[in-house]
């Protein structure tokens, strides 16, 4: 079985799992805020007059590549087209709760982001695009938002490999995310590095994008050839890796030590003086080590 097949499988089957999740468009109820009174404590996406994207809950878009209309939640599609998924980020707490004098509960630890769509549609179908935010130090621990997408005609859909990456002010942003992006678990997301790692305060917000590619049903092989298909094949479907597995040492060790990365990739807990702050701790690690 091909990395393909796997993978159209393996979306098949996170689509399944996420649609029954996400009964409501948004979901779960949660208390919300505003950009003048945000949160005292680490959440994800409950602001509902945020001036970039409106109410945060409905953070899943959908655009057609070209098209020349904005992301919206719910398109039409037909064969042979891109089309760009949109997912937004935002830990809602106030910049304050970011310090030890708070015990760091403005921040979001552990935070990973799963998504799904259908891999077909007959005519006349909708489907829905799902995306869930997790962390496991935010109330609530997981959102969730959808698009709808309706099948102008008989489509079959797939992910562009090597589509997914993120955007953000942080030394993170236009990385690839691997395609654990779709599996129940989800894939890490964060500011300079995919630790999982959200800081409190709209400058530590960002976004996702991913394509995915529609066909006719029984186009897919030819499809094969595509360089935009096939393009970073093996990085895209490699799982995380060592940087995986580093990222795991790194948040295992802040789940010990109740303080947010005292590691050589750190980010300053606080909107102003960033950049003083990491030369500062840069400096000292670079003489830890000899």
Sequence with gaps: MSKRTILGVFVTMLYIFL????????????????????????TFNSITDNAAVGDERDFVRIAEVGG????????????????????????????TYNTKEHNYKGVAR???????????????????????????TTSPEKVWDEAKITAKEDVTLHYVLASAKISNDWGA???????????????????NELDGMIFGC?????????????LKPGEFEAQQASEVVTSNEK???????????????DTETDKQTGNPKKSTRPVILVCAGVAAGMIVIKVINAKRKK
């Design 110 to 136: 552990d935070t990973r982001l799963s998504s799904g769509f259908p891999t077909e549609l007959k005519a006349g179908e909708t489907g829905d695009v799902v995306g869930i935010i997790s962390s496991s």
């Design 235 to 249: 990085n895209s479907d490699d799982e995380e890796g060592i940087s995986e597995e580093t990222v795991s040492e």
């Design 202 to 214: 709209d400058e530590y917000s960002g976004f996702i994008t991913y394509k995915i590619r529609t």
């Design 19 to 42: 649609s029954l999740q996400s009964v409501l468009a948004w979901g779960p109820e949660r208390p919300t805020y505003t950009m003048a009174n945000p949160a005292d404590h680490a």
């Design 173 to 191: 942003s236009g990385r690839g995310l691997s395609t654990n992006l779709f599996s129940q678990k989800g894939t890490f997301i964060g500011l």
């Design 68 to 95: 020349g209309k904005p992301y919206s939640n719910s398109v039409e599609i037909e064969a042979g087209k891109d089309y760009e998924v949109y997912i937004y980020y935002h830990n809602d707490a106030s910049e």
